[in-house]
């Protein structure tokens, strides 16, 4: 399956270029510091005498523009004479403005981390700080410590309309998948709870996600969430492909889903028409097989001197009348059965002429009689309910399918719900 969403971006310097403006709030680093016992009756911030000798010259060096690869020199030295919390968020605070005058994100990142260290972080800057926190961290490819910062700029409240998506990336990158996936369906669990949109692409993330790291259900939740929320005939083509892929469906499975990929008009590719006809079989159903031989000239899949296209035409030809004729006789013998079998076959017969309400009627009959194949008959109902429009109905009747086709009508579901 081709990718559906592009390489993970990056947050590409967001600390960088925003730290100084939101932790400093434009305001220069204090060349002198407060030692004395009245600062500290005060309640402002003092610092340790050995602090303040190593910590005044370097600071008079960044207030003045002088040299600043002198003062990332001394950025040991600094943090070598830190003895207290208000020793570390000034340090913090002077080594996060060398970095950001140098652009020299790990210098960035130390200066932030010593700050959130310290404590003296005021709570409505916390959040914004571990999440420029956890940017750097992504940057530097340091996902465990992304996701430790990220997190609890999720703990401090911190909000943003991208922050989730880059949350559930820092998960993916530390191969945290199933977290990552709950993680992000959780904030879009939020938004629709809240009748906001979610974008389209977090949801094609997460499907991509599940199916490469083969997450079969997570793949054919996010597959019914995609198509729930972006109906388009593109994503059906996606989200059917991904569902026909991670789960062990039989041929007969396989036709049902492929009949919802040709009614949301997710059906393009010559494979897809080829597969379809293969598994509805033109010699048993034969009027289907005719629509969708149409379909995929009128899509461009096939030609009419296509030799496969022919070859199919030929048997089609030969076979639609006598099926159609032969309808009638397969439901009356399906009425007088001793079980199920023979109205599931019927039923097949008359949905394959596009009579939904007599296969609806013969689907209802074998699952009365028994004998059959519960799912199958259950999900062939739903199905020839949906082609009336009786969604409600149809959805209840999806509902009870399981079993191996569970996931099939889980994506008719889909399809049902937004029609309705």
């Known amino acids: ?25 434009g305001g220069g680093v204090a060349a002198t510091v407060a030692t004395s016992s009245a600062a500290y009756a005060q309640g402002k911030p003092a610092y340790t005498p050995t602090f303040v000798k190593v910590y005044e010259p370097v600071a008079a060096i960044v207030n003045k523009g002088g040299d600043l690869a002198a003062a990332k020199a001394q950025v040991p030295a600094i943090v070598a004479a830190v003895q207290s919390a208000d020793d570390r968020n000034a340090a913090g605070t002077l080594i996060l403005s060398v970095g950001t005058k140098l652009k020299d994100k790990p210098l960035e990142r130390q200066g932030l981390e010593l700050m959130v260290a310290s404590g003296k972080v005021t709570p409505d800057k916390l959040g914004q700080i571990q999440y420029f926190i956890g940017s750097l961290a992504y940057d530097a490819n340091d996902y465990p410590a992304a996701l430790t910062a990220f997190r609890a700029a999720q703990a401090a409240g911190y909000t943003d309309e991208n922050f989730p998506g880059v949350v559930a990336e820092a998960y993916f990158k530390n191969n945290q998948f199933a977290p990552g996936l709950q993680s992000l369906k959780a904030a879009i669990d939020q938004r629709i709870a809240a009748h906001t949109p979610v974008p389209e692409i977090w949801i094609k993330r997460g499907l991509q996600v599940a199916y490469d790291n083969k997450l079969t259900q997570q793949a054919n939740d996010w597959s019914a969430l995609l198509v729930a929320n972006y109906p388009t005939p593109e994503n059906w083509q996606i989200a059917v492909q991904v569902v026909n892929a991670v789960n062990p469906l039989d041929p007969q499975a396989q036709l049902d889903l492929l009949r919802l990929m040709a009614l949301s008009n997710g059906m393009k590719q010559r494979q897809d028409f080829a597969r379809y006809i293969e598994v509805a079989d033109p010699r048993v159903m034969s009027n289907e097989v005719a629509k969708v031989l149409q379909s995929a000239v009128s899509a461009g899949a096939l030609t009419t001197s296509d030799s496969y296209y022919q070859e199919i035409k030929r048997t089609v030809d030969q076979r639609t009348a006598s099926d159609r004729a032969d309808a009638p006789k397969l439901v009356a013998a399906a009425r007088t059965a001793a079980n199920g079998n023979a109205a599931l076959t019927a039923g097949d017969v008359v949905y394959s002429i596009g009579d939904y309400a007599q296969a609806e009627q013969m689907y209802q009959l074998a699952l009365q009689k028994g004998g059959v194949d519960k799912d199958k008959a259950l999900t062939r109902l739903g199905i020839a309910q949906a082609q009336q429009g009786k969604n409600a109905d149809a959805r209840a009747t999806f509902a009870q399918v399981a079993g191996a086709r569970a996931a099939v009508a889980r994506m008719w579901q889909a399809y049902v719900t937004a029609k309705a």
């Not at 081709?2 to 100084?20: D, K, N, V, Y």
């Open 1 to 25: 399956m081709p990718r559906m969403f592009p390489s993970a971006r990056r947050t590409r310097g967001l600390a960088s270029s925003l730290a100084l403006a939101v932790v400093l709030a």
